[in-house]
């Protein structure tokens, strides 16, 4: 038996086992490439948050809900539930001035606004454009925006 014959011989031995790896690992180097491929294409931007015609209705729908509920609640419930309304506002005031530019206060994710810092992000982001309800309860003077 000389070189050659041993030759087909391992080929012959070995092309069942060559085969198989193509077929496992084929996929895998086939998702690969595509991959690096998609990444080394330019993304379009990502919106950073939602639209703003949502945060400006969820924002209104909150007002609104503030409005109502310091004019019907009992004191002990209203407390409480002021407060979360008024951070829930506070969170989606921030968001829409993000989205606007307008400036605003960085506050953690655990930190809410302060009614004077509330009331001057409110104002600040209805002079930009944003439609707010024209009574916002406490958070001005008289009540208007």
């Known amino acids: 038996m ?3 014959d041993v ?3 391992a080929l012959i031995v070995a092309t ?3 085969l198989g790896a193509v077929v496992v690992w084929a996929p895998k180097w086939c998702g690969a490439i595509a991959d690096r491929w998609e990444a080394s294409r330019p993304q379009p931007p990502q919106p950073l ?3 703003i015609e949502q945060l400006a209705a969820d924002l209104r729908r909150l007002l609104r ?3 109502e509920l310091t004019a019907s609640a009992h004191l002990a ?3 409480h539930r002021l407060w979360a309304i008024e951070a829930a506002i506070g969170a989606r005031a921030v968001d829409a001035a993000r989205a606007l530019g307008v400036p605003h206060p960085e506050i953690s ?3 809410t606004l302060t009614r004077r810092q509330l009331h001057d992000l409110l104002m600040a982001l209805a002079a930009s454009g944003l439609v707010l309800p024209a009574r916002v309860g ?3 003077s008289d009540g208007r925006i």
Request: proline letters at 17%.
């Open 2 to 4: 000389d070189v050659w």
């Open 7 to 9: 030759g087909k011989l």
């Open 16 to 18: 069942p086992t060559l």
């Open 49 to 51: 948050g939602p639209p």
């Open 65 to 67: 809900l503030h409005s």
């Open 77 to 79: 419930m209203r407390a």
């Open 109 to 111: 994710l655990y930190e």
């Open 138 to 140: 406490p958070f001005t």
